[in-house]
T-cell receptor, first 115, second 109 residues
């Protein structure tokens, strides 16, 4: 499978714990995005990388959230001191700069439940 | 960023044609109109994109009038597997896509 891969698919944690999600984009894609989706809502943009540079962060991304893409390939999204409001599906997407449609390819997401 | 407005939900029956209309009154000159489909517990999937007039692919057709202030996604002869959420977005000149709540399409037997 050469699509976007996310790990873990499901994570249950207790309030106050730290969690980390990993995203492996499609190999030739230099753009990588993180979105968050809660039940009944569309995905909300969190942050965006072009290669290893984090070019934009949403105001939704509080200080407890940090994302990295150290070598311009895979990315990690860490949430520190989780809160119940962090429970959501975290989606990663990738795209190739200069592609005709700018199509984003999404992974299947990492579902976080904070107890 | 320009916003889009689309119906919250729609119902249809197998074999019917479904048309989902999206309003985007403040569309910019460099905006493309893009539609994504999302099934439960999956990430959104690109369906179709257009700039003006009509675009057709193996999945859907997209109709865009001359003023580009609205667009219509047309799904021919839907089946139960077309039950999903459909998002209308504007893309172009931005580094990210902004999703609304989408249209929940339910296809009934």
């Amino acid at each position: 499978d050469t699509g976007v891969s996310q790990d873990p698919r499901h994570k249950i944690t207790k309030r106050g714990q730290n969690v980390t999600f990993r995203c492996d984009p499609i190999s030739e894609h230099n753009r990588l995005y993180w979105y968050r989706q809660t039940l009944g809502q569309g995905p909300e943009f969190l942050t965006y990388f072009q290669n290893e540079a984090q070019l934009e962060k949403s105001r939704l991304l509080s200080d407890r959230f940090s994302a990295e893409r150290p070598k311009g390939s895979f990315s990690t999204l860490e949430i520190q001191r989780t809160e119940q409001g962090d429970s959501a599906m975290y989606l990663c997407a990738s795209s190739r700069q200069g592609s005709g449609t700018g199509e984003l390819f999404f992974g299947e997401g990492s579902r976080l439940t904070v107890l | 960023l320009a916003k889009t407005t689309q119906p919250i939900s729609m119902d249809s029956y197998e074999g019917q044609e479904v048309n989902i209309t999206c309003s985007h009154n403040n569309i910019a000159t460099n905006d493309y109109i893009t539609w994504y489909q999302q099934f439960p517990s999956q990430g959104p999937r690109f369906i179709i994109q257009g700039y003006k007039t009509k675009v057709t692919n193996e999945v859907a057709s997209l109709f865009i009038p001359a003023d580009r202030k609205s667009s219509t996604l047309s799904l021919p002869r839907v089946s139960l597997s077309d039950t999903a959420v459909y998002y209308c977005l504007l893309s172009g000149g931005y580094n990210k896509l902004i999703f609304g709540a989408g249209t929940r399409l339910a296809v009934h037997p």
